[in-house]
């Protein structure tokens, strides 16, 4: 069951999902020590079909290949605002955003703004993959939940992330001309506002996170798996014991770059706050409760133009100064 990758000098846990039931205490640990350190680790034998990776890259190619003024009609001032243009989260980054738990729907309506027609094909596939995803999260949060406590999968998964929605966002990098001599950041440093999220990137690479002493680290791409990190919510609900890290996006080809990642939310009028099981005996609280959608609010009020900017996180919104 369990496996390590060696990652320079990063070692992140692979949790391999072919029997979920039945996942050994020692890799129960260093999952969990990987998520309190890192923040980070890969799932394997995930169960979503190659195929469906292939198609919505295809789609993405298509999608993003169309003129600018026709993206634009899904952009910031559109009525659906589901496009991130250039020079919003970065020169280098745009991105069409797709919603749960209707996929199908909320696709549809961004394919029939762009290309005037339907084209039911491509809103299959992703409500098919949000589907696929919308699972796999619960499961890893049940592993999450397992690690944290004896039980605390049965006393927490279903009364705290029971109502957990889920959103992915499709991303092309197109690197500058003169990426070669010098390498650019696709994606600034952030922190995900999400529960966990979990992403495709292709066999470019480029992901980096932050170590807790400030070196950037490769999350190198691994055949056949994809990359699960902690999120804000998480961190809050978890009293920092779960770590949500600074990571970002390097380019160093002159090829464009393919990631697709979901995020794995509370519904927006839950309140977070940490249960005491979780906080342990004499632990002070690290955050005050607050409810899910006023730190989103939070952040996108703070982003002024830079999508999921830093020094707008959670412990900046809700940390106790304790
Ligand atoms: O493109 C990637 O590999 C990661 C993207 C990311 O971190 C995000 O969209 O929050
Ligand atoms: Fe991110």
């Known amino acids: 069951m369990m496996s390590e990758l060696e990652e320079d ?15 050994e205490s020692s890799f129960l640990s260093s999952l969990l020590k990987a998520c309190q350190e890192w923040g980070f680790f890969y799932v394997t034998n995930h169960g979503i079909p190659i195929n469906l990776f292939t198609k919505i890259r295809e789609f993405s190619n298509h999608i993003f290949s169309l003129g600018s003024d026709t993206k634009l009609k899904l952009g910031p001032s559109s009525r659906l605002k589901t496009y991130t243009p250039h020079f919003i989260a970065s020169p280098y980054f745009e991105s069409l955003r797709v919603s749960g ?32 995803m919308m699972k796999l999260s619960k499961r890893i949060i049940e592993i999450i939940l397992k690690s944290l406590g004896t039980d605390y999968e049965k006393k927490f998964l279903d009364s705290e992330f029971g109502n957990c929605h889920g959103y992915m966002r499709i991303v092309n990098y197109t690197p500058p001309s003169n990426v070669k001599e010098n390498q650019v950041e696709g994606l600034g440093m952030h922190t995900d506002m999400s529960c966990i999220t979990i992403v495709f990137q292709d ?55 393919f990631s697709l990642a979901f995020f794995w939310c509370f519904e927006d009028e839950k309140e977070v706050i940490a249960p005491n099981e979780i906080l ?23 982003e002024v133009g830079n999508f999921e900017k830093i020094g707008y996180t959670v412990k900046d919104f809700a940390g106790l100064n304790v």
């Open 9 to 23: 000098s990063l070692k992140l846990p692979v949790l391999d999902l072919t029997q979920p039931d039945n996942i």
């Open 203 to 257: 066999e470019l690479g480029g992901l980096q996170m932050r170590s807790k002493d400030g070196k950037w680290l490769n999350i190198h791409p691994c055949k056949n798996s994809l990359v699960v990190n902690i999120g804000d919510l998480m961190q809050a609900w978890s009293n920092g014991r779960l770590r949500s890290s600074e990571h970002r996006v390097v380019l160093r080809r002159s090829q464009n770059r």
């Open 280 to 302: 342990g005996n004499g632990n002070p609280r690290l955050y005050r409760p607050f409810v899910c959608l006023k730190y989103i609010k939070f952040r996108e009020s703070n």
């Open 101 to 132: 738990p209707d996929f199908f729907d909320s696709s549809k309506a961004s394919i029939d703004e762009l290309f005037g027609q339907h084209k039911p094909e491509f809103s299959e596939i992703l409500q098919e993959y949000g589907n696929h």
